[in-house]
């Protein structure tokens, strides 16, 4: 099974069943050509073995203070920092990035993490605690509410249109399309064949809105334009 059709059986499958890990290394697979998925998932179980303490404070501590794992202020911009092969080997990434890193070893130390879908900057929560925030991005530091609102607020420039809502846990496909919708408005896309297989995995994604398939088909259609 290629990289295309593990994405399209692993995104088939239920939430509570889909591997954010597996899904996010076959993205990276179309620009890495021959990426080993499994031994990527590998990486992942080896940083859970080696968390001292297999608590979200423990994990946090030994991803961000030990490890230093942090977002790439430098090139914000830059592909690599969506790849999460890349993350594990540079350490820095962009917030939902990071936020899988958290997410897959949470759930490998048997302690889960809910991501956290806030617009403009994705923040990570310990499903076993309630009204604490997590940015994976600046050092894994915590927030209360109203630290997320002073968060939303520089991103957006005011905390117009915040509500707690917006820090309701996410599910894994909506993680997914965050991912790539990254992808397909960042620098990577002025490249056809690169910007043809963003389509082809977004379209694969269950349940995409009528006007969001209606749009990533037309794109593809005028990659394939280009190519022909």
């Not at 962009?94 to 958290?102: D, N, R, T």
């Not at 302690?111 to 309630?130: K, Q, S």
Request: hydrophobic share 45%.
């Amino acid at each position: 099974m290629d990289a295309t059709e593990r994405f399209a059986a692993e995104v088939a499958a239920p939430a509570g069943k889909m591997r954010l890990d597996v899904a996010a290394f076959c993205v990276a697979a179309h620009a890495h050509p021959g990426l080993d998925v499994d031994r990527e998932c590998g990486r992942l179980d080896a940083l859970a073995n080696r968390c001292p303490t297999p608590t979200f404070d423990g994990m946090r501590a030994y991803l961000f203070e030990t490890l230093g794992f942090r977002g790439n202020t430098r090139d914000y911009g830059d592909p690599e920092n969506s790849f999460l092969d890349s993350v594990l080997e540079r350490r820095v990434g962009i917030p939902i990035s990071l936020a899988i890193v958290v997410m897959e070893v949470g759930r490998r130390i048997g302690a889960p993490v809910h991501g956290v879908g806030m617009p403009g900057h994705f923040l990570v929560m310990d499903a076993a605690r309630e009204g604490v925030w997590c940015d994976p991005f600046h050092g894994g530091a915590l927030y209360d509410v109203d630290g997320c609102r002073r968060l939303f607020s520089r991103v957006h420039g005011n905390a117009r249109g915040f509500s707690r809502a917006l820090l309701a846990p996410t599910d894994p496909h909506a993680i997914v399309v965050r991912m790539l919708a990254n992808l397909e408005s960042g620098r990577l896309a002025s490249d056809p064949m690169a910007l043809g297989w963003m389509c082809e995995l977004h379209l694969s994604l269950p349940d995409l809105a009528v006007d969001q398939r209606e749009r990533i088909s037309t794109t593809r259609r005028a990659v394939r334009a280009r190519w022909n």
